[in-house]
């Protein structure tokens, strides 16, 4: 049996071999865990209940990395509706523009007010459009065509 210093010496080659296995077997390992935990249901609310405290401040401390806020916001734009093949590539345009792309005005950061960033989508098509301040997203028809 290998030892511990052969698996830390190929640890980079394991997970890689790892990762292709499960790319290659998507539709196998969303069943097993989708199994594994209606199995583990009531585990994992005892383990909920007893660790709450602590889970709700690693939940709270990973919301304020940039991982975290990038999680947070692409999941949010799929419950809009939004569809597309690159969601990084978004995230990379709605984080480096700083003026609507319909009046100009400057985007400030954060959930509330006339000037936040917005990502604009067809709600119809779930297709990206542009990156506009909050008066002209509500200004702008639900299904514009494009």
Not at 15 to 22: I, R, V
Not at 32 to 50: D, F, G, I, V
Not at 110 to 130: K, L, P, Q
Request: glycine share 4%; aromatic share 14%.
């Amino acid at each position: 049996m290998p030892s511990k210093e052969f698996y830390a010496k190929h640890k980079e080659r394991y997970k890689e071999q790892h990762k292709k296995w499960t790319e290659e077997n998507k539709e196998y390992v969303k069943e097993y865990n989708k199994e594994w935990r209606e199995e583990n249901k009531e585990y994992k609310q005892k383990y909920y209940e007893k660790n709450k405290e602590r889970i709700k401040q690693k939940d709270k401390e990973y919301s304020q990395t940039d991982k975290g806020k990038k999680s947070h916001r692409i999941s949010t734009w799929k419950r809009y509706g939004l569809i597309c093949e690159d969601y990084d590539k978004i995230y990379e345009i709605y984080v480096n523009t700083w003026e609507c792309d319909n009046c100009g005005i400057e985007l400030v950061e954060g959930n509330y007010g006339a000037n936040r960033r917005c990502m604009d989508h067809n709600h119809r098509t779930g297709e990206f459009r542009n990156i506009l301040c909050g008066t002209c997203n509500i200004m702008r028809p639900d299904y514009e065509s494009d």
